[in-house]
């Protein structure tokens, strides 16, 4: 009975929120999470569900930057995509062919989401027109509520083209769904990042870790370790054992990153 009332009492809250058009993470905490006034209308008898797009340039930068979020996603019940820009290699690599993809289809497994690929070559990302709209097309007919993407200034190019390739669909759009950047691999590729929100992912840990190491053929001893560093700094910024920080756009709806522990 008590968690139904505490259930009721949210959505009570929420509704009133909606009404006043002020649903948002500054007055949701204490929510699983909160929604977007779309989605309290649609589903005001059941629990709503999110569609949640982590985009990274390689196979395993989603993982390595935001494993934990996507862990409390998916836990909560949410969907979850994990977008990447490119299947990891070059065509011409010499090697086991679609290791990197066999790699993400395990991380994704562990981490209760779903791969998907934008279709570009490992080192050659295009940011022009044409792949512009072809870009935004793939994301407009996944219709996500909210979108997690590189933070644009990054040593690496494919990075960057991806920062780039999800913030023009999103004004295209219409800033319709929620947009934060996350960090990866700070200090070789991610720089100067000023977080605005952190998700504390302590309990989730072990599973990012998992999802992490599934990318077996990427030097995971050395890359997870430099994440995890940075997970514990984010730790002490926030106050939790370990966290995930994200910057919010500031003309993004401020709704969506799970809240609580
Ligand atoms: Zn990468």
């Known amino acids: 009975m008590e968690a139904i009332k505490v259930y009721m009492e949210h959505i009570s809250r929420r509704d009133m929120l909606t009404k ?12 699983p999470l909160a929604v977007s006034n779309v989605q309290a209308k649609e589903t005001s008898s059941t629990k709503p569900k999110l569609k949640v797009i982590v985009t990274g340039g390689h196979p395993g930068d989603p993982e390595y930057g935001c494993g934990g979020t996507i862990v409390r996603y998916s836990d909560l019940g ?12 070059p065509p011409e690599k010499s090697g086991p062919k679609g290791l990197r993809v066999a790699e993400a289809a395990k991380s994704c497994d562990l981490l209760k989401a779903r791969p998907a690929y934008a279709g570009q070559i490992d080192g050659q990302a295009i940011v022009d027109p044409a792949h512009y709209n072809k870009f935004r097309q793939l994301l407009e007919a996944e219709r996500p509520d909210v979108v997690f993407t590189h933070w644009p200034i990054d ?12 913030y023009d669909a999103w004004l295209r759009l219409g800033r319709t769904f929620a947009l934060y950047y996350y960090e990866v691999s700070s ?18 840990e072990p ?12 030097a995971p001893d050395k890359f997870y370790a430099l994440q995890e560093s940075v997970a514990r700094f984010r730790g002490i910024e926030s106050g939790y054992k370990q966290a995930e920080a994200f910057i919010r756009h500031v003309q993004s709806p401020d709704f969506t990153l799970p809240r609580a522990s």
């Open 20 to 31: 006043a058009g002020l649903v948002g993470t500054t007055l949701a905490a204490g929510l």
């Open 78 to 89: 949410h969907e979850v995509v994990l977008l990447y820009l490119n299947e990891g290699d």
């Open 155 to 166: 040593n690496h190019a494919d990075h960057r083209a991806m920062s780039l390739l999800v």
């Open 187 to 204: 200090g070789e590729d991610t720089l100067q990042f000023a977080p605005t929100h952190f998700v504390d992912i302590t309990n989730a």
């Open 207 to 218: 599973r990012k870790r998992s999802a992490c190491y599934a990318h077996a053929s990427q």
